[in-house]
């Protein structure tokens, strides 16, 4: 079958092209209409031709009887028509109104389903239990929620009634001691895996808290890790900006296999894959420019590393109206991207990762410190709030 692209895909993009590069206002995106009663007044604009005539006068600089672009800059002091642009759009009339009606027929992709409302019912740990919690993982099989946080153990065992059932791994210089721990996964036939930024190394233990494996020197500041649909172990490199696969002989207590998914990431630090499809989201945090606020950016790969969509704290600041900083990430059992915003004290769902960014709020109130999320496969949703030293247990009520 042919791959080529058809005039008519050709003469649509083309259009698109126009409406929103030549003919669309930059600060109020109204779109130049020829049909419009008004149209003698709407054909002028900046000589970048980024700007209609009403936020011309709005722009424009009385002192010096000019105007300057809020995009790129230039000044000009005689804005002038565009009447090529607008009689090569009239030419286009008669495909345009087919384009039209070929677009009122194309089924529109599904408007993004997630819960009409999250109830928590219940909420353990608090401080004294929990210190400070950095990360926490779930068990598919058992049930049990693993955190790991700065309190004498630091690994802490939870079962879904919020009763404590064993820790383990007190800060040490003993080689299986626990110092600092950021991320930690599960696997479903019972180990957890952590990594340990005090001696840049992942651990994996068991559920008792018996040392299996230490895994040192590959890694420059370890901090997030998932376990993968094949029971592999990723593990976001922050210092080094690498993913890491890890392929573990569990039972033997080995390393089989160390590869290097990811190079040239940015500070990645939380991960999640989920273990449906297994797509792979990052969070990277990017570096400051001069007086510029902290930023983060959610990538999303598919299983063979092919970037599906990116979103950074920029563009969701343009959707949420305010600045949102990135904690953590999850995959739901739909393939939507639901990120932690520690700004706002919120859980925000992001959609599919080719949809970006069709922003939906999920959790608004009661939270202090989001650092990590889990989507249970019974439907329900996690969220460590590092704020009040707490995992909190939410319900859906009902779908969108």
Known sequence: MSTQPSSHSIVRALFREIEMNLMECKICLEKFIPERQDRLDRRRNLFCRHVCTGCLVALAQPQARSSECTFCRQESTDPNACLPLLQFREGLGPILRIISTARALTPQPPRLRWFRALTCIQSFGGWGSLVNPTSFALCPRSGKVVVVHEGKKRVKIFGLDGMCITEFGEKGEKPHSIQYPLGVTTTPDGYVILTDAGDH??????????????????????????????????????????????????????????????????????????????????????????????????????????????????????????????????????????????????????????????????????????????????NSFFVLDSGIHAVKMYKPDRYF
Request: charged share 15%; aromatic share 6%; glycine share 8%.
């Open 201 to 378: 190394s992942v651990k994996v233990f068991d559920f008792s808290g018996q040392s299996k494996l230490i895994i040192g020197g590959l890694f420059s500041l370890p901090w997030g890790v998932q376990t993968t649909p094949q029971k592999k172990i990723l593990v976001a490199d922050a210092g080094a900006g690498l993913l890491h696969l890890l392929e573990i002989d569990f039972q033997a207590g080995a390393l089989k296999k160390a590869e290097k998914l990811l190079t040239h990431l940015c500070n990645p630090r939380a991960l999640s894959v989920s273990q449906i499809n297994g797509i792979i989201a990052v969070v990277e945090h990017l570096i400051p420019q001069g007086t510029c606020p902290v930023s983060t950016r959610i990538r999303v790969y598919s299983p063979s590393l092919q970037l599906l969509g990116q979103v950074d704290s920029f563009e969701l600041s343009l959707l949420h109206r305010s600045q949102m900083e990135t904690s953590a990430v999850t995959v739901d059992h739909l393939g939507n991207i639901i990120v932690a915003d520690t700004t706002n004290h919120a859980v925000v769902c992001l959609g599919k990762p080719q949809e970006f960014p069709n922003m939906m709020p999920v959790i608004t109130q009661g939270l202090s410190y989001p650092v990590a999320l889990i989507c249970g496969q019974d």
